[in-house]
């Protein structure tokens, strides 16, 4: 798996799957219509009047046909490989410095907005630097180091708002630092290899470092540097890299920020007192530097190959207790498993599917950004929707099949929530629980499928090379 952008650039080059864009493209007003064409390959933008020595790489991420060369696994073996993935971690490697400190601003020679910001969705309340990025910050209390992708919004040239979400774990971070009346240290990677943005998205748990998940992802230790105004970890061979504090200021001094185009498809709306803002103190960047560009589109389109979350969701259901759990997926997904999850299991007791649905819609994982969640029989492709939709057809029988719970941990994206119950001191919302499993107490009396079994069919169609 690549380890920088540049390798990964390569890579992408020699399958295919990168588009170099050598004609003037305007970051403000062009360059985010040409991400949303992008759709099954990377853009690389070589030309940005204005920037010189700057490029962009645009939706790289989003391709799943990259999926077998970065994990050697087919797609529908991704969230198990992912799965097994989790269960070993590697090591970071810390070094004295690293291509990405080869240049440093301080003080007053801080300026972002030098830099070729793109602006994705024509009602975006101003220009992100943030979309594939990925925030560091270390807890306080535990000591505990975190990556995560929150959307990154310039407000001036040293200042950037950073969208936190409550219960995320930078923002359980910050309202810890700011308890104590501390700033909380932050670092924001803002080009980097695709093991450290993927593991950024993971809903993983509190004492995971995404930095040694990474690693194991990638089948090497990450090597970082010590960030010489934090102390935090930095990715070494990162392209650029802005390192600073979030002052434990007030919810009524953070200023306004969005509106912002959302992983469900939808803007969500500009926010006031919401949303914390890093002070920039050091910049560091390689030498002609290159920006990572992932919004996320309207779907299907998607700024990530898979739901990542479904893996990490998998795990939460396995140490949980729950036996035999087949598969997770999502449908509308970002990092997480999305509004529309699927568990698949092989039931061994009665009661089986409904504690299935029970813990997907309150892990971690599950709960955040989720709405409907589905327990299927093993036999369905839970990554067919055609499939899932027929289980749930002929197999949920409605009166006893479909549950709600109410005031679910619920994600700001959430299009559907009605105005008077959003509040800056986060969102709750229903889950809906669908058991489309053949019912367990009569399942042998349950009419058989009208199909061939798959290895058969696999069988006669190798046989005849059809």
């Given at each position: 798996?690549?380890?920088?952008?540049?390798?990964?650039?390569?890579?992408?080059?020699?399958?295919?799957?990168?588009?170099?864009?050598?004609?003037?493209?305007?970051?403000?007003?062009?360059?985010?219509?040409?991400?949303?064409?992008?759709?099954?390959?990377?853009?690389?933008?070589?030309?940005?009047?204005?920037?010189?020595?700057?490029?962009?790489?645009?939706?790289?991420?989003?391709?799943?046909?990259?999926?077998?060369?970065?994990?050697?696994?087919?797609?529908?073996?991704?969230?198990?490989?992912?799965?097994?993935?989790?269960?070993?971690?590697?090591?970071?490697?810390?070094?004295?410095?690293?291509?990405?400190?080869?240049?440093?601003?301080?003080?007053?020679?801080?300026?972002?907005?030098?830099?070729?910001?793109?602006?994705?969705?024509?009602?975006?309340?101003?220009?992100?630097?943030?979309?594939?990025?990925?925030?560091?910050?270390?807890?306080?209390?535990?000591?505990?180091?975190?990556?995560?992708?929150?959307?990154?919004?310039?407000?001036?040239?040293?200042?950037?708002?950073?969208?936190?979400?409550?219960?995320?774990?930078?923002?359980?971070?910050?309202?810890?630092?700011?308890?104590?009346?501390?700033?909380?240290?932050?670092?924001?990677?803002?080009?980097?290899?695709?093991?450290?943005?993927?593991?950024?998205?993971?809903?993983?748990?509190?004492?995971?470092?995404?930095?040694?998940?990474?690693?194991?992802?990638?089948?090497?230790?990450?090597?970082?540097?010590?960030?010489?105004?934090?102390?935090?970890?930095?990715?070494?061979?990162?392209?650029?890299?802005?390192?600073?504090?979030?002052?434990?200021?007030?919810?009524?001094?953070?200023?306004?920020?969005?509106?912002?185009?959302?992983?469900?498809?939808?803007?969500?709306?500009?926010?006031?007192?919401?949303?914390?803002?890093?002070?920039?103190?050091?910049?560091?960047?390689?030498?002609?530097?290159?920006?990572?560009?992932?919004?996320?589109?309207?779907?299907?389109?998607?700024?990530?190959?898979?739901?990542?979350?479904?893996?990490?969701?998998?795990?939460?259901?396995?140490?949980?207790?729950?036996?035999?759990?087949?598969?997770?997926?999502?449908?509308?997904y970002g990092g997480q498993p999305g509004p529309f999850t699927v568990v698949s299991i092989?039931?061994?007791?009665?009661?089986?599917?409904?504690?299935?649905?029970?813990?997907?819609?309150?892990?971690?994982?599950?709960?955040?950004?989720?709405?409907?969640?589905?327990?299927?029989?093993?036999?369905?492709?839970?990554?067919?929707?055609?499939?899932?939709?027929?289980?749930?057809?002929?197999?949920?029988?409605?009166?006893?099949?479909?549950?709600?719970?109410?005031?679910?941990?619920?994600?700001?994206?959430?299009?559907?929530?009605?105005?008077?119950?959003?509040?800056?001191?986060?969102?709750?919302?229903?889950?809906?629980?669908?058991?489309?499993?053949?019912?367990?107490?009569?399942?042998?009396?349950?009419?058989?499928?009208?199909?061939?079994?798959?290895?058969?069919?696999?069988?006669?169609?190798?046989?005849?090379?059809?």
């Amino acid at each position: 798996m690549p380890q920088d952008m540049r390798t990964w650039i390569d890579q992408l080059e020699k399958a295919g799957l990168l588009a170099r864009i050598s004609k003037p493209v305007d970051p403000r007003t062009q360059m985010g219509a040409l991400l949303w064409q992008a759709r099954d390959r990377g853009l690389l933008f070589e030309n940005l009047p204005g920037y010189p020595g700057w490029r962009c790489l645009g939706q790289a991420p989003g391709d799943v046909a990259l999926a077998p060369a970065a994990f050697g696994t087919e797609r529908d073996q991704m969230i198990p490989e992912f799965v097994r993935r989790t269960e070993k971690l590697g090591k970071t490697r810390l070094v004295e410095t690293g291509p990405v400190q080869q240049k440093v601003l301080l003080g007053d020679d801080v300026d972002i907005t030098k830099m070729p910001i793109h602006q994705a969705g024509i009602r975006d309340g101003g220009p992100f630097i943030g979309t594939g990025c990925g925030v560091i910050t270390k807890d306080l209390d535990s000591g505990n180091i975190n990556i995560g992708t929150y959307r990154v919004m310039v407000q001036d040239k040293n200042h950037v708002s950073v969208k936190m979400n409550m219960g995320k774990h930078g923002r359980l971070s910050f309202e810890r630092a700011r308890d104590a009346g501390k700033p909380l240290p932050i670092a924001i990677t803002l080009g980097q290899g695709p093991a450290v943005f993927l593991a950024a998205q993971m809903p993983l748990p509190p004492d995971v470092n995404e930095f040694e998940f990474a690693g194991y992802l990638q089948g090497a230790p990450v090597p970082v540097a010590r960030g010489a105004f934090t102390g935090l970890p930095i990715p070494a061979n990162a392209e650029i890299v802005l390192e600073g504090e979030l002052p434990p200021m007030k919810d009524a001094d953070m200023p306004k920020e969005g509106p912002f185009g959302e992983w469900p498809g939808y803007f969500t709306e500009e926010n006031v007192g919401e949303t914390p803002v890093m002070t920039v103190k050091r910049v560091y960047y390689r030498n002609n530097p290159i920006l990572l560009g992932a919004p996320p589109l309207k779907p299907p389109a998607s700024y990530l190959p898979m739901p990542l979350g479904a893996a990490t969701l998998w795990e939460q259901l396995e140490k949980a207790g729950i036996p035999e759990v087949k598969g997770v997926w999502g449908f509308v997904y970002g990092g997480q498993p999305g509004p529309f999850t699927v568990v698949s299991i092989k039931q061994r007791y009665a009661g089986h599917a409904k504690q299935a649905l029970l813990v997907a819609a309150g892990a971690r994982a599950g709960a955040y950004g989720g709405k409907f969640v589905v327990v299927v029989d093993d036999d369905i492709d839970i990554t067919n929707p055609g499939e899932v939709i027929w289980a749930i057809a002929t197999r949920c029988y409605v009166r006893g099949g479909i549950d709600i719970i109410k005031d679910v941990w619920a994600s700001v994206c959430e299009p559907a929530m009605p105005p008077e119950e959003r509040s800056p001191r986060g969102y709750t919302s229903d889950r809906v629980l669908i058991d489309a499993c053949r019912p367990y107490k009569w399942m042998d009396q349950f009419p058989a499928v009208n199909a061939f079994e798959k290895e058969f069919k696999d069988k006669i169609e190798s046989k005849f090379k059809l």
